[in-house]
């Protein structure tokens, strides 16, 4: 089923109504989330070592998902929390717990120069820092990771929308994640139609992450 570009509110009221309606856990749209892109990672990038930049929200949860599925096809993985894990919460909280009980590499780096040692041997860049729930230009440590983060030859993976990309104008922010793919979630985002955003999403993949037919229907394209 094909659906129409949505806006932020409208993707995560979809979200929302799948858990509060529907009794799908976070947790299990997070995992088809992730489980969804690594697959599409892995089709796109299949050789050399991930790199996955983690933020606060459930973006960064994804990628915790996406680094157990790629680690599972044995790729050599490794996920740079730009927060501390301990101030993570609910399903991210969780995806986070799983890959460090599974000793994955995941590391911690707040500053710029730590990012960029982490980055440094990168053959693909995965950001998982923001997703819908941005707002405004990007501050702190999350300016300072993108922008690292271009400056690293790899190629490079956004995940539910190029961090620094606001998801309904496409207004990006000067730092915005220059994608050569863009995996997001449910649907496109109506920010993607906007002129000018084509050279930071690159090529765009829709993938689906469970939620039912029904809850889509109304937004779906006709045939
Ligand atoms: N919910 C679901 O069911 C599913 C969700 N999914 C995934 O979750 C994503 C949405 O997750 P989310 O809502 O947690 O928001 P997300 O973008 O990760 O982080 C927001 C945090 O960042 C911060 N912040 C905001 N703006 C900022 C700025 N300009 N510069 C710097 N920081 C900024 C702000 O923190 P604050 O600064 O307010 O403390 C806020 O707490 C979605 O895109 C998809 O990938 C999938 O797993 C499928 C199931
Ligand atoms: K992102």
Same mark, same amino acid.
């Given at each position: ?24 856990? !976070? ?124 400056? #690293? ?10 961090? !620094? ?11 915005? $994640? ?6 997001? $979630?449910?649907?496109?985002?109506? !920010? $993607?139609? $906007?002129? !000018? ?11 689906? #992450? ?14």
């Amino acid at each position: 089923m094909k659906i129409k570009s949505l806006s932020r509110q409208q993707v995560r009221s979809i979200d929302q109504q799948a858990i509060e309606d529907y009794g799908m856990t !976070g947790l299990v749209l997070m995992e088809n989330a992730g489980r969804g892109a690594a697959e599409v990672i892995q089709q796109n990038a299949a050789t050399g070592r991930v790199v996955i930049l983690c933020g606060k929200g459930n973006n960064g949860g994804d990628g915790y998902v996406i680094a157990r599925h790629l680690d599972l096809m044995e790729r050599q993985v490794r996920v740079v929390s730009v927060v501390e894990i301990d101030s993570l919460s609910g399903d991210a909280a969780a995806n986070a717990a799983i890959a460090q009980k599974a000793e994955l590499d995941v590391q911690v780096a707040t500053t710029a120069e730590a990012i960029k040692t982490h980055l440094s041997d990168a053959d693909v860049i995965v950001d998982c820092l923001l997703g819908t729930g941005a707002t405004g230009p990007l501050r702190g440590i999350y300016a300072d990771a993108v922008k690292v983060a271009n400056q #690293i030859k790899a190629t490079r993976i956004a995940i539910d929308v190029p961090t !620094g990309m606001d998801v309904d104008s496409g207004e990006a922010d000067p730092h915005t $994640f220059q994608a050569e793919l863009t995996i997001t $979630f449910v649907a496109k985002k109506t !920010g $993607f139609e $906007f002129e !000018g955003t084509q050279s930071l999403l690159g090529d765009i993949e829709v993938v689906p #992450i469970g939620v039912p037919r029904k809850l889509l229907r109304p937004w779906a394209l006709a045939d």
